[in-house]
């Protein structure tokens, strides 16, 4: 059996909390999109991707793991603003250094407005995203404000440290890894701002920096690397009016996902010469039949088989870490989201 199936039918307390507590993150954020100009270059675009339909899951978790430990709303709500600010930054960056076509179901800013702009834009949400970092004093007092901020900073960090290993392996097109080189490369890329930043500075703030907060990062890696994964499938296999990317996009980039590595482990050496020429090309110079045939060689060796395999047991894994993280907590409705949350990463479609 399947660890998503051990942990029972999927339930709606997820979307309908991830929708409740967008609605009260949205409007936060954007009190801190204004601006006066430059608007045409500048400002409209900044808002942009922050006004599209995203699901608010970084900063929902951050309230959500805020209440569960007794905190409010009002504590986290500059956190999770400045947290959804530095995530669409990550967006914008991430499609210009991947030549993504599409975001959130609507063509990226570097195709609307060009990579120099776009740029600009992604630098822009980042310097934004400090504003409500510096506001939290009013709330939270300075002390906690600068314990955030350095969370803040480490994860900042370690995010970056991530994405520059994976465009270095793209730059420098290896081959030769291993599921455990993507999870090292994940840990700092996506679990870091994703999930275990929201675990961590939730419990920071609904503490006050009264736990040790190093024993909700287990849960928090095992529970990001299984929805990295998932949303890699998805690349694959997903909806693409849900999903709201290109569908394939991650082998026209040449992304080297648990897929991709699981097909250089399995493919005869002429056939990885083949696919080491393909990726070794600049996207632009991809062709469709390329991608096609690479994306044919991954259902002949039951590549995507193998992603579901490894997302499944990562969910196990951050089930598992959820009982040591948060079993003691009194139940909650905000303690059930967290526990649901796991099975809903790898479902979501």
């Not at 660890?3 to 507590?21: H, N, Q």
């Not at 609605?23 to 936060?28: C, F, I, N, S, Y």
């Not at 056939?271 to 090309?281: K, Y």
């Amino acid at each position: 059996m399947l660890a998503a199936e051990r942990m029972g039918p999927e339930s709606s307390l997820v979307p309908e909390m991830l929708d409740e507590y967008g609605a009260l993150v949205r409007p936060a954020l954007v009190r801190y999109l204004t601006g006066s100009e430059p608007r045409r270059h500048l400002y409209d675009p900044v808002a942009d991707y922050p006004l599209r339909s995203g699901r608010m899951l970084r900063s929902s978790l951050t309230l959500a793991v805020t209440r569960a430990f007794g905190g409010s709303i009002d504590q986290a709500l500059n956190t999770s603003a400045a947290l959804e600010l530095l995530h669409n930054a990550f967006l914008v960056h991430d499609d210009v250094e991947d030549e993504g076509q599409e975001r959130r179901g609507r063509p990226s800013l570097n195709v609307l407005h060009g990579v120099p702009v776009a740029v600009n834009v992604g630098d822009a949400l980042s310097i934004l995203s400090l504003r409500p970092l510096l506001d939290n004093r009013y709330v939270l007092g300075p002390r906690l404000s600068m314990r955030i901020l350095e969370e803040t900073e480490r994860m900042v960090r370690e995010s970056i440290e991530g994405q520059a290993i994976e465009l270095g392996w793209r730059r420098d097109n290896v081959l030769g890894l291993r599921d455990e080189d993507y999870f090292r490369m994940v840990l700092k890329k996506t679990c870091s701002y994703t999930t275990i930043y929201p675990v961590r500075v939730g419990a920071l703030i609904a503490t006050r920096d009264g736990m040790d907060l190093d024993s909700l990062t287990r849960f928090g890696f095992f529970l990001g690397a299984a929805f990295q994964i998932q949303d890699d499938l998805l690349n694959l296999v997903g909806n693409h009016e849900r999903y709201g990317k290109e569908l394939d996009g991650d082998i026209w980039e040449g992304k080297r996902s648990v897929m991709m590595i699981r097909l250089f482990e399995c493919l005869p050496a002429a056939d990885l010469e083949r696919l080491a020429r393909i990726l070794g090309t600049a996207r632009a110079e991809r062709t469709l039949e390329q991608v096609e045939w690479v994306r044919a060689q991954m259902d002949r060796y039951d590549c995507v088989a193998h992603g579901y395999r490894v997302a499944h047991a990562l969910a196990g894994a951050a089930s598992h870490e959820f009982g040591s993280a948060f079993g003691y907590l009194p139940e909650s409705r905000d303690k059930r989201f967290i526990r649901e949350v796991v099975r809903w990463m790898i479902s979501r479609a």
